[in-house]
């Protein structure tokens, strides 16, 4: 299937790594993705991944964590466009606590919540840089460079959803 | 009607948010309600960070099952060396007769006693190994996603990272010639903090994979060493020293001082003990040698 020996991910048969599904999957879920259909989300993810490492005219992947993250908030911004976003963001949030361990503290959960709400608000492409930013830990650079963007976009995306977020952190308590 | 005030001190909010979202410090030299914007920038920053990271991970695990797999572990006592086996070889100590060195997970773990008479001022740093075997961390540059975008700015997380130290002095010492690897490569202390993009007493709050051998370590902090201040929680992508396998990684809600070197790939030095004064005097002593390194 790949043909491109080059490739930093020609070597697996799993194109994404095992360490990488967890994040894909986050970068999904905060892009909108509903839970349940996460695993169809991950299962793109690892086709643009083959289909990168085929190409042998596309650049080499180096960090192909990092990719798939890219290519997850990109899939996610897709799932908005065909109309299918996640209503129930909250109420997932909240299910998944339940079996979490350690549960989060009163406090984290109303920060959490908090954020969770003005995501909802957020555009489509707002909610992209922010979860690879501050989810994802990709610079501002790298995110310009894999959306093919200028950065100067990416930043003022990231400002204007970190300004919108901020308004919710008015007059709650946060550690 | 916004009263000018408001208008004013939005501009100040916005100006500061920049600053904080660019990884740079607070302006130098700027007046208070300048520096306060700045800290609630970067403490709003740093709340909503987390709150993605905890509905991120929420998210992210499977709806019949807790828990999407990261790195993160849970908390454990702070007494707990865990000491990596492939580590525990005779070498060079790097710090003076005093202190102790012991090599923990991510990074390298330098147990500081304190010094002088008390022989076992720490039963800590009593009992730890001391192995003074400082894994050779491996100097590059920070990665981009692709080979050829190699030296894109470090990837420190934006909640309010701060901009590289240039507090921290250019040149220290060979300390000790390197402390590190027993092959003679790797980093020493002294290099470490002349070029850390922090140096700094926390908690650390969570480690996620990142790439390859690559960590994004959060740290809640409570204390700025260098720079002098800096947001209350910080991400920064290093070395996993993990990576083998060996276990020994730090665990989430241990405090430590940490020196968080310049390379994203290359382990981070964490001090423990109950004096961090003592550790502070290592950093300083380190600051003031002359390595002739480049930052």
């Known amino acids: 299937v790949v043909a491109d020996g080059e490739a930093a991910i020609h070597s697996s048969a799993d194109p ?43 650049e080499e992947i180096r960090d192909p964590v990092a990719w798939a993250v890219v290519v997850a908030s990109r899939v996610a911004v897709d799932w908005h466009r065909g109309q299918r976003r996640d209503e129930g963001l909250r109420e997932r949030i909240t299910a998944a606590w339940t079996t979490a361990a350690p549960a989060p503290s009163p406090e984290d959960r109303v920060l959490a919540l908090t954020i969770a709400d003005g995501m909802a608000e957020l555009p489509e492409l707002h909610r992209q840089v922010l979860a690879l930013r501050f989810y994802a830990d990709l610079p501002v650079r790298d995110i310009a460079l894999a959306l093919d963007v200028p950065e100067g976009t990416v ?13 919710r952190l008015t007059g709650i308590e946060v550690s | 009607v916004t009263e000018p005030n408001n208008e004013a001190r939005a501009a100040l909010d916005a100006a500061a948010l920049a600053r904080v979202l660019d990884g ?35 998210l992210a695990a499977p709806a019949d099952g807790p828990a999407a797999p990261t790195a993160e572990e849970d908390p454990a006592p702070d007494n707990v060396v865990a000491l990596p086996l492939w580590r525990r070889r005779p070498g ?27 022989g076992h001022s720490s039963d800590t740093m009593a009992t730890a190994p001391v192995p003074a075997a400082v894994p050779p961390p491996q100097m590059r540059e920070s990665q981009g996603l692709y080979a050829n975008s190699a030296g894109t700015a470090a990837t420190d997380s934006a909640a309010g990272a701060p901009a590289a130290p240039a507090a921290a002095p250019m040149a220290p010492a060979k300390a000790a010639a390197k402390t590190a690897g027993d092959d003679g490569t790797g980093e020493s202390l002294a290099d470490a903090v002349a070029c850390a993009r922090g140096v700094l007493i926390g908690t650390v709050v969570s480690i996620r994979a990142a790439s390859g051998d690559q960590v994004s370590l959060t740290l809640r902090v409570t204390d700025w060493i260098t720079p002098g201040s800096g947001p209350a929680q910080i991400t920064y992508t290093v070395g996993d020293d993990d990576a083998d396998g060996s276990g020994g990684r730090l665990k989430k809600g241990q405090q430590r001082l940490f020196v968080v070197p310049r390379s994203t790939s290359a ?20 600051q003031q040698q002359d390595s002739g390194v480049q930052c």
């Open chain 2, 92 to 118: 060079r100590t790097m710090l003076a007769a005093a202190a102790s060195i012991a090599v923990i997970g991510l990074g390298v773990t330098v147990v500081v006693a304190n010094s002088g008479d008390d």
């Open chain 1, 16 to 58: 994404l790594p095992t360490a990488g599904v967890g994040r894909v999957r986050a970068v999904l879920a905060l892009g909108g993705v509903p839970s349940h259909e996460l695993d169809d989300g991950v299962q793109q993810v690892r086709l643009k991944l083959l289909e990168q490492a085929a190409n042998r005219h596309k």
């Open chain 1, 155 to 167: 930043k003022s995306r990231l400002h204007a959803a970190v300004a919108a977020l901020r308004q």
């Open chain 2, 267 to 286: 382990s981070v030095y964490t001090f423990t003990g109950p004096d961090y004064d003592a550790a502070r005097a290592k950093i300083a002593k380190a």
């Open chain 2, 24 to 58: 740079l410090d607070a302006e130098a030299g700027a007046d208070a309600a300048t520096r306060d914007a700045y800290a609630r920038a970067a403490v709003d920053v740093a709340e909503i960070s987390r709150a993605l990271g905890m509905i991120g991970d929420a």
